[in-house]
């Protein structure tokens, strides 16, 4: 299946044109709340933000990349708030710089749960995978290089991998709480319980590293 051409046409370059785009892509918001991707259109859009079809068009070739502006944004704001976490981080306290990290990035998915939930299910339809891969490397990266100060703290040794596994179980249990269990993501339970699993397994007892395996070799003689 050939995918749907997602780049904007054109840039907005005067005051008058970025709050007509800001406005095309608010109505998106809002019609994709109410309608869901399969029922959102572009005419919709447009009646939503009280614009012409032809005028969404001078910016948008369709929904598809309306959705993937909404990602590009969405994944924008997500690496600002971990990288406004860790920059204000206190480096005597890891501890509490971790719990920030993690309410970094619950918070971002707090601000409309119901637009996540969309965005989430068609990161692959509009070819954000890349977009969403990238973003996750980048802040598992801004994590590892806070926490390398701090490796004899930690009870992994290797710090990239501890970054890695903190920044995908922090990722997946957000991402599933949006599709599955949206009543919790307003709640302050499960940042709590986010932050308890972390940081046990970043500062608990420290683990010995595991001896590689070598393959056995069996004679047939």
């Known amino acids: 299946m050939r995918q749907a051409k997602t780049t904007p046409r054109k840039p907005p370059r005067q005051a008058r044109s970025r709050a007509t785009v800001e406005a095309i892509l608010e109505a998106t918001i809002r019609v994709l709340i109410t309608r869901g991707y399969d029922g ?8 939503r933000a ?3 079809v032809g005028s969404l068009y001078q910016y948008f070739p369709n929904k598809e990349a309306l959705v993937a502006a909404l990602v590009d944004r969405h ?5 600002a708030c971990t990288e406004q976490a860790l920059a204000a981080a206190e480096l005597g306290d890891p501890r509490a710089t971790v719990r920030a990290f993690i309410h970094a990035g619950i918070e971002a998915h707090r601000i409309n749960p119901a637009l996540h939930k969309v965005l989430v299910e068609q990161v692959p339809r509009v070819g954000r995978v890349a977009v ?14 806070y926490l390398a100060p701090h490796r004899r703290m930690l009870a992994v040794r290797d710090v990239e991998v501890a970054a890695f596994v903190v920044e995908t179980a922090v990722e997946a249990l957000t991402h599933r709480v949006v599709i599955e269990r949206p009543d919790l993501i307003s709640t302050s339970r499960l940042e709590a319980e986010a932050a308890d699993l972390v940081i046990g397994y970043l500062f608990g007892a420290r683990r010995a590293a595991r001896p590689r395996r070598h393959a056995t070799r069996t004679s047939t003689r």
């Open 40 to 47: 959102a259109t572009t005419i919709a859009i447009a009646a």
């Open 50 to 52: 009280g614009v012409s």
């Open 75 to 79: 994944v924008g704001e997500l690496l």
């Open 132 to 145: 969403a891969m990238d973003a996750s490397r980048r802040i598992a990266a801004q994590l590892a290089a």
